[in-house]
């Protein structure tokens, strides 16, 4: 065995203690990663530290806008191995319920778009050099909503929109490495029922069973672009 083969596999996995971000912290360490996973509520990660009981976990609680707590991440991930994907999972719905545009505030836009969209940036800037040596992917988490008009979505799907345009630009500087956005579809999460204040979500797809197509980008590595992860799945099934 080479010195090459010892080094760990280490992503980076925002939002990780809740959602999406749990899921596929799991089955990463599941799979032998080591994973470096933040959340904004340290309560929170620490129970999801706690129910994963994993010494490949690095758990460091704090809020990705903030550019102290994106350079503690990419330190952390580099210090602990080999750097080769980035999931930028956090996100921000913004006011619940969602105002129309018309009465969309100032301040509450630019908290949405600082989330989902400046600090996924931050972070991939503080990331590249070593996902680009390694040859690494960087998945950026994104939604339906920005690609359908959805009335009340405007805040939260046009920063989606935003990031997509983010990733596809971030493709073609970067044509060595895999850059997806990828679309989990609905899901039953605590973000998800924001949405929907007082409706029954339950009909929505657990995070868990969205995973295996994540994992498929990371295992075919196809070209850089939007995938959606219905379609993803589908392909798996007929394989």
């Keep these: 065995m080479t010195s090459s083969e010892h080094i760990s596999r280490v992503a980076i996995v925002t939002g990780g203690s809740r959602g999406l971000g749990r899921a596929t912290t799991a089955a990463l360490l599941d799979q032998g990663w080591t994973v470096v996973a933040d959340a904004r ?37 580099t210090n ?3 750097l080769r994907l980035l999931v930028n999972n956090a996100s921000r719905l ?22 989902n969209v400046f600090a996924p940036l931050a972070l991939i800037q503080a990331a590249l050099p070593a996902l680009t040596e390694n040859l690494g992917v960087i998945v950026n988490v994104t939604s339906d909503a920005a690609v359908e008009p959805y009335e009340g979505w405007g805040g939260y799907g046009s920063s989606k929109a935003a990031l997509d345009h983010l990733s596809a630009i971030l493709a ?57 992860a219905r379609d993803l799945l589908a392909v798996g099934a007929d394989a």
């Design 41 to 77: 509520r340290p309560r929170d990660l620490e129970a999801t530290a706690a129910r994963l009981d994993s010494a490949r976990l690095i758990a460091i609680p704090g809020d990705v806008t903030d550019p102290a707590h994106t350079a503690a991440l990419a330190v952390a991930a």
């Design 94 to 115: 913004g006011p619940s319920p969602q105002p129309r545009l018309a009465d969309y505030l100032a301040a509450d836009l630019h908290a949405v778009y600082a989330t």
């Design 80 to 82: 602990s191995g080999s």
């Design 172 to 228: 073609a500087e970067n044509p060595g490495i895999g850059v997806y956005a990828f679309d989990p579809g609905d899901m039953r999460t605590e973000m998800h029922q924001a949405a929907f204040p007082g409706e029954d979500i339950s009909d929505r797809a657990e995070p868990a069973s969205v995973v295996p197509a994540l994992l498929r980008l990371l295992d075919t590595k196809p070209a850089s672009g939007r995938y959606r």
